[in-house]
Nanobody, 124 residues
Framework: LVRLVESAGGSVQTGGSLRLSCTYS????????MGWSRQAPGKERERVAF??????IYTDSVKGRFTISQDNAENTVYLQMHSLKPEDTAVYYC???????????????????WGQGTQVTVSS
């Protein structure tokens, strides 16, 4: 049984920083897609940052501001967020797939494992 547990999010002002963490347990195969999606009010959930081939891949809107990293010894994936904007306000979800590659473009149903979600609020 795979379990993903996210840290608490938070509230910051525009330009601030936050770090999210996701601790995972269970049978996660090395190299599968693992990372972060988010859902803003009234919008569809979108892929934000994922580990792929040992590095991070990012949706365009967060490139240069967000960094994803993975600590295999601690079974934890981090999302460091800088220069936060009000449009980053969303519920952030840790997610993992049984598949690797094409992590940003895989259909939602390929992501079988989800955390409970954590709120990130950026005020102007």
């Amino acid at each position: 049984l795979v379990r993903l547990v996210e840290s608490a999010g938070g509230s910051v002002q525009t330009g601030g920083s936050l770090r999210l963490s996701c601790t995972y347990s269970g049978s996660i195969v090395p190299g599968v897609c693992m990372g972060w999606s988010r859902q803003a009010p009234g919008k569809e959930r979108e892929r934000v940052a994922f580990m792929e081939n040992g590095g991070g891949i990012y949706t365009d809107s967060v490139k240069g501001r967000f960094t994803i990293s993975q600590d295999n010894a601690e079974n934890t994936v981090y999302l460091q967020m800088h220069s936060l904007k009000p449009e980053d306000t969303a519920v952030y979800y840790c997610a993992a797939s049984d598949f690797g590659g094409l992590c940003l473009s895989r259909p939602e149903y390929d992501y079988k494992y989800w955390g409970q979600g954590t709120q990130v609020t950026v005020s102007s």
